[in-house]
């Protein structure tokens, strides 16, 4: 991958790595293609991100299981063509398949993870999970997920996708919510009852039972407005609390991303300091043995103009 570098089958290759080999390979690469004169690529190689542990798992994922992954994700539109069809039966039929689906894959995630020397912590396997049931809400979601590249867990949040910092993840919007139709159905066909000739001054059994419902319907109505206005204000809490929450959460991130670049940065530092130090005490060594070599041939060059002088007296 020296010379011109492919950029996209360099990261491709480097994200199927463990997250632990990650940044060495990455840095190697930059540097071999720095070297080879292609600061661009070079540049565009460092700025790729480390993986985390759950993003790793779901490229691991791509990598090992793309037919699991295909099936997950085509079980996402699926769903939403049951959605706009309002087919309950096959909702819920889709929604069974899928949990068991998403079970299937975090369980295969797991074993893999094990058998390359890493446990998955409960945290890190319920970032997975929130991962993969993005890529069924959300097609965006599962077309990043499909690339086997991510850098970091994604979770379906009120309006959207974000990933493990909070940070949006630019992805498609989420298909809206259809809305119920206001066709009225055909009215039920209302039971007469036929009063007796006998008893012509009885109130009509049926206007009244008619009346009952129209204000027992409306009572009703009124409540469901209220009550989708309730949940409507504590929706927009919820999503200020979250837009919050994922605010803070993206700055750990920025906080922590800054602490390994240092860390990375400072062990470059104290490994050139060592070599640094290496190098004085080797040219503290020959400087000695030079002036050892110096002091050596002065006193030869002395005695030999001494002799001399003996010589011409």
């Known amino acids: 991958m020296v010379g011109d570098v492919d950029v996209a089958a360099a990261a491709l290759e480097l994200y199927g790595l463990p997250p632990e080999q990650f940044t060495a390979a990455r840095n190697q690469v930059a540097k071999q293609t720095k070297d080879a004169g292609d600061t661009g690529s070079s540049a565009a190689l460092k700025a790729l991100r480390k993986p985390t542990l759950a993003a790793w798992l779901a ?8 037919d699991g992954i295909a099936e997950l994700t085509d079980l996402g539109e699926e769903l939403r063509q049951a ?10 039929e889709l929604t069974l398949r899928r949990h068991g689906l998403v079970h299937k894959l975090v369980t295969a995630a797991r074993a893999q993870a094990r058998t390359r020397g ?6 890190t396997e319920q970032r997975l999970t929130e991962t993969l049931d993005a890529a069924v809400i959300d097609p965006g979601a599962a077309q990043l997920l499909r690339t086997g590249q991510l850098t970091s867990a994604l979770r379906h949040v009120g309006f959207g996708v974000v990933d493990e910092t909070g940070d949006p993840a630019q992805l498609a919007p989420v298909k809206p919510r259809v809305v119920r139709t206001s066709t009225p159905k055909p009215p039920r066909k209302a039971t007469i009852r036929r009063t007796p000739l006998s008893t012509p001054t009885a109130t009509p059994a049926p206007a009244a039972a008619a009346a009952a419902a129209r204000s027992r319907r409306a009572e009703l109505r009124t409540r469901a407005e209220q009550a989708e206005r309730q949940y409507a204000e504590a929706e927009t809490e919820r999503a200020h609390a979250q837009s919050e929450l ?5 700055h750990l991130a920025d906080l922590a991303a800054t602490i390994e670049r240092l860390t990375e940065e400072l062990e470059q530092a104290r490994q050139q ?5 290496r190098r004085t005490r080797a040219l503290q060594v020959e400087l000695k043995r030079t002036t050892r070599n110096v002091t050596v041939a002065q006193q030869r060059r002395d ?8 010589l011409d007296r």
């Open 59 to 66: 490229n691991l994922l791509v990598r090992v299981d793309p």
């Open 83 to 92: 959605h706009v069809a309002r087919d309950g039966r096959r909702l819920r």
């Open 118 to 123: 890493h446990t998955v912590s409960a945290s």
């Open 246 to 250: 994922d605010a803070h959460e993206h």
């Open 273 to 277: 300091l060592h070599d640094a130090n």
């Open 303 to 310: 005695a030999n103009q001494q002799r001399l002088a003996d």
